[in-house]
C-alpha cells in the first residue's frame, strides 16, 4: 500500500499514517473488499473528495488487519462491542470471528491515523480547527483544561494548545468505546504539549504530524 507508512514505534502500540488522497487512480468504491455497512456509509457521502477518502481509509485499516490475520482485506470481519454506557450495540470496533490486536481508525481532512494495540485503544486525528471552532471547543472541555487555556494569551500557541486537548480526549473517548456520548468535560487529558493527563488505568501520547494536523492514541488498560 503505497500510501501507508508505519511510524516509528513507542511502546506496545503500532500506528501508521495513511494519506487518503491517494492521487491517480483513485481506490474506486471498495466493492468486493468493504463490507455492506462501510458500503453505505461511502456511498452516502455527497462529494466524491469525501468518499474517496473514507474508501481509502477503510481498505488501509482493512489491509494492515490482513497482513496481521493472513487474510485477504476482504475477508476481515468487523463487530462492535457493547457500549460501556448503555450496553447498546455501538461500542469499539472489534474482530468478529478472529482473535487479534485492538485496533482503532481516525481520519480527517487527507490523513487516516490507525492504531494497534494488545489492549483497549483509541487513535484521533484532527485538521487544526479554525479560530471559531476552537472557541466552541474550549466550552467543553474539562474545568481544569479551560483553567489551563486561561493562562495562554497568544491566540495561535492557544488553537494548538485546544487541538492538542482535544485529539487526546477524542483518542480516550473512542479507546474508551463511549465515544462523544460521554461529556467531554468529564475527564483531564490536559492541553500542554509532552504533558497529557490520563484517566485511572489509562496513557496518552501526542503523535506528531504533518503540518496542519494533530494527533494522539490513548492506550487502556491490559498491557
Given at each position: 500500500?503505497?500510501?501507508?507508512?508505519?511510524?516509528?514505534?513507542?511502546?506496545?502500540?503500532?500506528?501508521?499514517?495513511?494519506?487518503?488522497?491517494?492521487?491517480?487512480?483513485?481506490p474506486?468504491?471498495?466493492?468486493?473488499?468493504?463490507?455492506?455497512?462501510?458500503?453505505r456509509?461511502?456511498?452516502?457521502?455527497?462529494?466524491?473528495?469525501?468518499?474517496?477518502?473514507?474508501?481509502?481509509?477503510?481498505l488501509?485499516?482493512?489491509?494492515?488487519?490482513?497482513?496481521?490475520?493472513?487474510?485477504?482485506?476482504?475477508d476481515?470481519r468487523?463487530t462492535?462491542?457493547?457500549?460501556?454506557?448503555?450496553?447498546?450495540?455501538?461500542?469499539?470496533?472489534?474482530?468478529?470471528?478472529?482473535?487479534?490486536?485492538?485496533?482503532?481508525?481516525?481520519?480527517?481532512g487527507?490523513l487516516?491515523?490507525?492504531?494497534?494495540?494488545?489492549?483497549p485503544?483509541?487513535?484521533?486525528?484532527?485538521?487544526?480547527?479554525?479560530?471559531?471552532?476552537?472557541?466552541?471547543?474550549?466550552?467543553?472541555?474539562?474545568?481544569?483544561?479551560?483553567?489551563?487555556?486561561?493562562?495562554?494569551?497568544?491566540?495561535?500557541?492557544?488553537?494548538?494548545?485546544?487541538?492538542?486537548?482535544?485529539?487526546?480526549?477524542?483518542?480516550?473517548?473512542?479507546?474508551?468505546?463511549?465515544?462523544?456520548?460521554?461529556?467531554?468535560?468529564?475527564?483531564?487529558?490536559?492541553?500542554?504539549?509532552?504533558?497529557?493527563?490520563?484517566?485511572?488505568?489509562?496513557?496518552?501520547?501526542?503523535?506528531?504530524?504533518?503540518?496542519?494536523?494533530?494527533?494522539?492514541?490513548a492506550?487502556?488498560?491490559?498491557?
Amino acid at each position: 500500500m503505497d500510501n501507508v507508512r508505519e511510524l516509528p514505534a513507542s511502546g506496545p502500540v503500532r500506528l501508521w499514517l495513511v494519506t487518503t488522497d491517494p492521487g491517480s487512480p483513485p481506490p474506486g468504491d471498495g466493492a468486493g473488499v468493504l463490507d455492506a455497512e462501510e458500503s453505505r456509509r461511502a456511498a452516502a457521502f455527497h462529494f466524491d473528495r469525501h468518499r474517496v477518502r473514507y474508501v481509502a481509509a477503510h481498505l488501509a485499516l482493512r489491509g494492515i488487519l490482513g497482513e496481521r490475520l493472513g487474510r485477504a482485506p476482504g475477508d476481515v470481519r468487523f463487530t462492535r462491542l457493547p457500549c460501556p454506557g448503555c450496553g447498546g450495540p455501538h461500542g469499539r470496533p472489534a474482530l468478529a470471528d478472529a482473535p487479534g490486536p485492538h485496533f482503532s481508525l481516525s481520519h480527517s481532512g487527507d490523513l487516516a491515523l490507525v492504531a494497534l494495540a494488545p489492549a483497549p485503544v483509541g487513535a484521533d486525528v484532527e485538521e487544526l480547527p479554525s479560530a471559531k471552532v476552537t472557541e466552541e471547543l474550549i466550552a467543553v472541555l474539562h474545568p481544569r483544561e479551560r483553567a489551563e487555556l486561561a493562562a495562554i494569551e497568544e491566540a495561535e500557541e492557544r488553537r494548538l494548545a485546544v487541538a492538542r486537548a482535544w485529539v487526546r480526549k477524542e483518542a480516550y473517548l473512542k479507546g474508551l468505546g463511549t465515544g462523544l456520548s460521554r461529556g467531554t468535560d468529564r475527564d483531564y487529558v490536559g492541553v500542554r504539549a509532552a504533558s497529557p493527563g490520563a484517566p485511572d488505568g489509562w496513557s496518552l501520547r501526542d503523535v506528531p504530524m504533518p503540518g496542519g494536523y494533530t494527533a494522539a492514541v490513548a492506550l487502556g488498560p491490559g498491557t
